[in-house]
């Protein structure tokens, strides 16, 4: 039977590392629950399976991690309008920095460094760099999100799971393998951070155990004196700290193979039949030939992510009910365009003199759709046509051979015939 995962450094990276950290915080409180309802397991055993169920708690909360560490929920408005304040003034700094480049022939150690500071920040489709979280991980981990988005019109978010399943697994491994160190920063900031409170908070316990008498009948095991507890606390927090300030590197390169990815392998990303089905919906099956692969990434994106296509006459995201009620031809406008032909208005709509046939714009969305209607008919046609000539062609040859054998068994049969007669 296989196991639903594998033992390996990645695992102890992501899963093993946190859970023995926080494991060994929460220790003297899970030996009083226990104490308190009678259950008695050894310590070993206990503090193993502690490490596990912890260590798999905080695999399972990465998203709710990271948005913490990215600032992206669950922060306080007036810190984060402060903080974002901050990384703005950093910004601008580099900025200045950056646009002011000196001499070669001159000391540029600042300039370099500021230069790779710089592009941590994400960049707009203007290649300007903006503030887009309070803390220096979030916008380090936007600048490669966007990346895509910026140079392909790729939502990283969306395409890279499409793009992980078609890369070799030797890539792959290699890039979890890069992930998973990059994670495990985070998770043991994070689980040295709550470390840190709970330190705190068994020292607030041990500290008010003197003045309220219900508070000393709780036994915390292992636990020093509540100044030792304040010390290790206040340690913990500053140990979650330089974690997390010495993850910005490991973030910075992860992001490099990150955005080498989309740079190499995008092409890997076939959505053609999908395109196809865009093209039928929106009444112009000749969407494929007309937009860019950038603007094709974004309708696929836009449908299979939110099922919904975009008008660009109105500029509104429609749903296909809407599409199909928006493409419905009426009798009266269907009699308008045969009496003008498929050709001249195509024309007029490539042209856009659609006034000059008496039609309004108005107009146009339905007569896009009697066009694909007739040219998929023609098309539907011209295909049936061809399966019947293959056909043909195919019983005109098996006729041609049997004619063939049965000239050749007659020819046959009269020279026996006449060998037989001498």
């Not at 560490?69 to 990384?87: H, K, M, N, S």
């Not at 003034?89 to 001159?106: F, Q, W």
């Not at 599409?323 to 042209?351: H, K």
């Not at 003199?353 to 023609?378: F, H, N, P």
């Amino acid at each position: 039977m296989k196991l639903p995962f594998d033992f390996s450094i990645k695992l102890i990276f992501r899963l093993v590392f946190p859970g023995f950290i926080l494991a060994a915080a929460l220790v003297p409180a899970v030996q009083a629950l226990l104490h308190v309802s009678g259950l008695n397991i050894k310590f070993e055993y206990l503090f193993a399976i502690e490490v596990v169920a912890l260590g798999w708690l905080v695999v399972v909360n990465d998203m709710t991690i990271y948005m913490i560490f990215e600032g992206r929920r669950y922060w306080l408005r007036p810190i984060r309008d402060l903080l974002i304040w901050c990384q703005k003034r950093r910004l601008g700094r580099l900025s200045e920095i950056v646009a002011n480049p000196p001499p070669r022939n001159t000391d540029r150690r600042r300039y370099s460094e500021a230069a790779v500071e710089y592009a941590l920040y994400p960049v707009n489709n203007g290649g300007e760099p903006y503030v887009a979280s309070p803390t220096r991980l979030g916008n380090i981990i936007k600048s490669f999100e966007e990346y895509p988005n910026v140079k392909y019109g790729l939502d990283s978010v969306f395409y890279w799971y499409r793009l992980w399943v078609v890369l070799d697994k030797d890539l792959r491994e290699e890039i979890d393998s890069a992930q998973a160190v990059v994670d495990s920063t985070v998770y043991i900031s994070f689980v040295s951070y709550v470390s840190g409170l709970v330190m705190l908070v068994y020292a607030g316990l041990g500290t008010a155990a003197g003045q309220f008498t219900w508070l000393s009948q709780i036994k915390l095991p292992y636990v020093p004196s509540p100044s030792a507890l304040c010390f290790m606390g206040l340690g913990c927090l500053i140990i979650g700290y330089v974690i997390y300030w010495l993850s910005f590197p490991a973030h910075a390169q992860f992001g490099e193979l990150f955005k080498s990815v989309f740079d190499q392998y995008r092409s890997k990303l076939v959505f053609d039949d999908v395109l196809d089905d865009i093209g039928c919906i929106m009444g112009d099956p000749t969407i494929t030939l007309k937009s860019s692969q950038r603007d094709k990434n974004e309708i696929v994106w836009r449908y299979l992510r939110w099922h919904l296509i975009r008008d660009e006459l109105s500029g509104r995201n429609l749903t296909v009910k809407q599409w199909e009620e928006l493409m419905t031809i009426s009798d009266d406008n269907r009699r308008q365009f045969e009496l003008i032909g498929e050709d001249q208005l195509a024309f007029a709509l490539a042209t856009g003199t659609l006034q000059s046939l008496g039609m309004t714009e108005d107009k146009k969305q339905e007569a896009l759709k009697w066009i694909a209607e007739r040219r998929k008919k023609r098309a539907e046609e011209d295909a049936l046509a061809a399966t019947e000539r293959k056909q043909t062609l195919q019983w005109a040859k098996i006729a041609g051979w049997w004619a063939i054998i049965g000239v050749g068994v007659s020819i046959a049969a009269i020279i026996v015939s006449i060998w037989l007669r001498k």
